[in-house]
């Protein structure tokens, strides 16, 4: 099989398959067997398919060649199931690309007071990639009887997401050139722009332009007509008053989750990751959310478990747990949201400490002071961040509700503050 690097493919014929080591050997034509209710469902999911051109059926003289993968289903949100296809052996035999997606840190920096916003979708992101002929057969699953190949990129591949979100980020580029300002999200689109009219006519243009390259709009789900609201990326955004928060499924979805976890009840590892999963994804509109999942961080740590082996071994939610959860129970938590936009002014507080003592400066003010006999046993780290914090109470009542810049020469204290805290160790 001919390797190509990705993001060197052939316009002509299609993206080709990187592989990291030899491509799965054919073995037999495995055939994909479900419920009766489930192969319905399949049976319309390939109509669909074949209808969008996505895959193809392969010739019976072919068939005997390839890799073969399963369709599965899952249940649906709104009830209903969804076909998948598992891609999970193949992908083991394909290279890992790092590459870096929107985060909503980056969004909520790009958004202002007083934006106006609109939205577009794109339908069936990945189907605008083809896959290269020679390395479609990788990408084969059979069902009653017959044998079908995919001709685009399927959901499931790992590839995909990389080479889809490096495919837009190209195409918006001469856009962004322009001055439009456009974020993107796999096949979310968000416009921002700085008067109604702006966000108008930059939408017009993105249109246009995306259109002409070929790609498919979903015009049911875009959000076209310029407003100071916008629903993106599980948040509600307000430029109005200057904050960004939770949506209400996202906020239902967590605490359906988190209801779960109940004294001495057994649930299993799979569903420990799923709850600090959704903290993670929520740290950015959640006020000191980071340093408040560190404790679950911790517990959870301490049973020692790998998540490659260990997703179905049960674990007890101790006393302990619930401590670590408590502070996410709290109603009011995942309600306060945070503002939106570059912070445009920081108070600075200079830190340093020695074995012997501690001083700061803010604002031409100085303060110091010395360790007793118990604090200078600690770890010289642990007095630096000890300097921060007393550094903080000193001067609080020239900090308070505003944003503070410290500047410390110890790396350690740096990590601790930006990360509120650390993975592995809570001696802090």
Not at 55 to 71: E, N, T
Not at 286 to 291: D, K, Q, T, W, Y
Not at 347 to 366: E, F, I, K, M, P
């Amino acid at each position: 099989m001919r390797s190509l690097a990705l993001g060197r493919a052939d316009c002509c014929h299609g993206l080709p398959l990187a592989v990291s080591k030899a491509p799965p050997r054919f073995s037999s034509v495995v055939y994909t067997q479900v419920s009766l209710n489930a192969a319905a469902v399949l049976r319309e999911e390939i109509e669909t398919l074949l209808c969008k051109q996505a895959i193809r059926v392969v010739p019976q003289a072919d068939a005997q060649r390839g890799w073969y993968s399963r369709y599965f289903v899952v249940p649906k949100r709104g009830g209903g199931l969804r076909p998948i296809m598992d891609l999970r052996t193949l992908n083991k035999h394909l290279r890992v690309f790092k590459f870096r997606m929107l985060t909503l840190r980056q969004f909520l920096r790009a958004v202002g007071p007083g934006d106006w916003f609109t939205s577009i979708d794109l339908t069936d992101a990945y189907f605008h990639i083809a896959v290269h002929p020679d390395h479609r057969r990788y990408l084969r699953f059979a069902f009653e009887g017959v044998a079908y190949e995919w001709l685009v990129l399927p959901f499931g591949l790992s590839l995909a997401p990389r080479t889809f979100t490096k495919c837009v980020e190209a195409a918006l580029a001469p856009l962004r050139m322009r001055g439009v300002r456009v974020l993107s999200y796999l096949d979310d689109l968000a416009l921002i722009g700085r008067s109604r009219d702006e966000a108008l006519a930059h939408t017009g243009a993105v249109l246009s332009h995306i259109q002409r390259l070929g790609f498919s709009v979903n015009l049911k789900k875009s959000s076209l007509i310029p407003s100071q609201k916008l629903s993106f990326l599980g948040l509600e955004i307000c430029s109005l008053t200057s904050r960004a928060r939770l949506s209400e499924r996202r906020i239902c979805a967590f605490r359906d989750c988190l209801a779960q976890f109940q004294l001495a009840r057994s649930l299993r590892f799979r569903q420990f990751l799923q709850l600090l999963g959704q903290m993670a994804s929520m740290i950015a509109v959640v006020p000191l959310g980071l340093l408040l999942m560190r404790a679950f961080q911790h517990w959870l740590l301490s049973h020692r478990l790998n998540a490659s082996h260990h997703l179905q071994k049960k674990i007890v939610v101790t006393q302990g747990c619930m401590k670590a959860l408590s502070p996410w129970r709290e109603p009011r938590l995942l309600c306060q949201g945070s503002p939106i936009g570059r912070v445009l002014f920081r108070v600075v507080v200079s830190t340093d400490a020695s074995l012997t003592g501690w001083g700061a400066v803010c604002n031409g003010a100085a303060v110091k002071g010395a360790w007793s006999s118990a604090q200078r046993s600690l770890h010289i780290n642990c007095l630096e961040l000890l300097a921060f914090h007393l550094s903080l109470k000193r001067f609080l009542s020239e900090l308070r509700g505003k944003h503070v810049l410290v500047r410390t020469d110890n790396t350690t204290v740096v990590s601790y503050i930006n990360r509120q805290g650390a993975r592995g160790h809570s001696c802090f």
